[in-house]
């Protein structure tokens, strides 16, 4: 017989002829000739030399070993004293009792939601990672969520984890900020057959994301054919004159056209305005010209006005001088006066009374 120690921590299973005996535990045992020892270190997972099934029969090694069954549709978390150390496929396995403490986290990977106990911190392990999905939800975003074709949820801003496998998982998502919508270079026709081009802008707001992503099909688009069919409407509604003196209530009257319609896109229209109405190259001479003669006309009115007022204060003042002697003779000397400051020089002839002489030049005979 050979004597064999059996360490602490170390456990032996004794084979005769080929076909397992027994289990040894820590401490000194004797073997026979025929029989062989072999060692397994309590801190591994067990290795079985044999069928499993077999060795179990032993009540007292099948007491000393946990056996978990993983299946084909599952994976299972090993915990050793707490601490993850690895992910368990298809198949069977089995760990020693009593020296570690273990801890076992079976996972149905059938299913998409992440229900088990597991930490998020786990999530970026190598060796999790593989079977599962990340999605991102900004901030200013939320989504909708639909597995196999069908909407599952909502789902507010965030990270998600999701289980791998084969159903099919999407998620579309929607900015939930202000936004604006511009429609540049609409070349449309005013009621008196003008042809103008127009920049028009509106801000909005998706409300409803169930409405915006399920029921519709790219309602940024189907919101901008609603503004554009709207505003051509209304313009075409409008003389050009008429256009150009009421742009902000043209836009205010699209607004109020669409804000009921848009709600059917799950968004709600804050405001619209007209930015720009621009003219072709022709029209803009012939507004010019219109423009040119208005102002020309504004001004002939404004000098014939001057001119009747200046003619109604001089019939004026010549009343009051035929009936007043001394005014008059005050608005001669006035002129008297004016005529003097042009005169450069005065060259009087002949050899008459010089005071007579000028007085023969400013007077005026009443």
Not at 63 to 83: A, G
Not at 135 to 146: D, K, L, Q, S, T
Not at 324 to 330: A, E, G, V, Y
Not at 335 to 356: C, F, L
């Amino acid at each position: 017989m050979n004597r064999v120690r059996i360490h602490a921590g170390i456990v032996g299973l004794v084979f005769k002829n080929g076909n397992y005996a027994r289990v040894i535990t820590a401490g000194k045992h004797w073997i026979r000739f025929n029989e062989q020892v072999i060692k397994y270190n309590m801190t591994q997972a067990f290795q079985a030399p044999k069928a499993l099934e077999i060795l179990l029969k032993d009540q007292v090694l099948a007491e000393m070993l946990t056996v978990m069954e993983v299946k084909d549709n599952e994976t299972v978390l090993v915990y050793e004293n707490n601490n993850f150390k690895r992910l368990l496929t298809a198949g069977r396995y089995a760990f020693w009792n009593h020296l570690i403490d273990y801890k076992f986290i079976t996972v149905d990977l059938s299913k998409i939601e992440i229900t088990e106990n597991i930490h998020k911190a786990l999530f970026s392990n190598t060796q999790l990672r593989q079977y599962i999905r990340v999605f991102e939800v900004a901030a200013f975003e939320r989504a909708i969520m639909i597995v196999d074709d069908v909407f599952v949820k909502t789902l507010e801003h965030g990270t998600y984890h999701f289980w791998k496998n084969e159903q099919t998982i999407k998620i579309v998502k929607a900015d939930m900020r202000q936004l604006q919508l511009e429609i540049a270079g609409q070349e449309l026709l005013t009621k008196d057959k003008a042809t103008v081009r127009i920049n028009f802008y509106a801000q909005y707001k998706v409300i409803d994301i169930e409405t915006a992503l399920m029921r519709n099909k790219d309602y940024e688009k189907q919101l901008y054919i609603t503004l554009q069919l709207a505003l051509r409407a209304f313009v075409g509604g409008y003389t050009l004159d008429e256009l150009l003196e009421q742009k902000e209530t043209i836009a205010e009257a699209v607004l109020n056209e669409v804000k009921t319609q848009v709600t059917k896109l799950g968004v709600q229209v804050l405001h619209a305005g007209m930015r720009d109405v621009i003219l072709p190259g022709d029209m803009k001479d012939i507004m010019n010209q219109v423009l040119i003669a208005h102002k020309k006309a504004q001004a002939n009115v404004v000098t014939r006005r001057e001119e009747t007022a200046s003619t109604r204060s001089l019939l004026n003042t010549a009343k009051l001088m035929e009936d007043n002697n001394m005014l008059f003779k005050l608005k001669e000397m006035e002129y008297v006066e004016k005529i003097a400051d042009k005169i450069g020089e005065i060259t009087v002839a002949g050899n008459g009374n010089v005071i007579e002489q000028l007085k023969d030049i400013f007077s005026v005979n009443k």
